[in-house]
Nanobody, 124 residues
Framework: QVVLVESGGGLVQAGGSLRLSCAAS????????MGWFRQAPGKDREFVAA?????????YYADSVKGRFTISRDNAKNTVSLQMNSLKPDDTAVYYC????????????????WGRGTQVTVSS
């Protein structure tokens, strides 16, 4: 069982930056693939970024955020972060942290554990 708690959301102007963090419970955090997803009003939840388990630094991103967002993890602190730069109004959404013991994936249905989300609002 893993409990995930996101933080760091807020209101920012277009072009600004935010850093989201996700704190995970449990002693096996390093075993999980960690992902970030987002959901805007009236839209489906969509993949944002993911990072492989263990000491891997392999990351992958949705095309819409590539070059602007960076995902990272600190296994010693049981945290995963999402640095978001050059934010756009289209980035406005609730951002969710997710974990899976399965293979790295962009599919929300493959993730086993979810946080409750943190709101990110980007004004134009």
């Amino acid at each position: 069982q893993v409990v995930l708690v996101e933080s760091g959301g807020g209101l920012v102007q277009a072009g600004g930056s935010l850093r989201l963090s996700c704190a995970a419970s449990g002693r096996t955090f390093s075993s999980y693939v960690m992902g970030w997803f987002r959901q805007a009003p009236g839209k489906d939840r969509e993949f944002v970024a993911a990072i492989r388990s263990g000491g891997s630094t392999y990351t992958y991103y949705a095309d819409s955020v590539k070059g602007r967002f960076t995902i990272s993890r600190d296994n010693a602190k049981n945290t995963v972060s999402l640095q978001m730069n050059s934010l756009k109004p289209d980035d406005t959404a609730v951002y969710y942290c997710a974990a899976t013991l399965g293979r790295s994936t962009v599919l929300a249905t493959q993730y086993d554990y979810w946080g409750r989300g943190t709101q990110v609002t980007v004004s134009s």
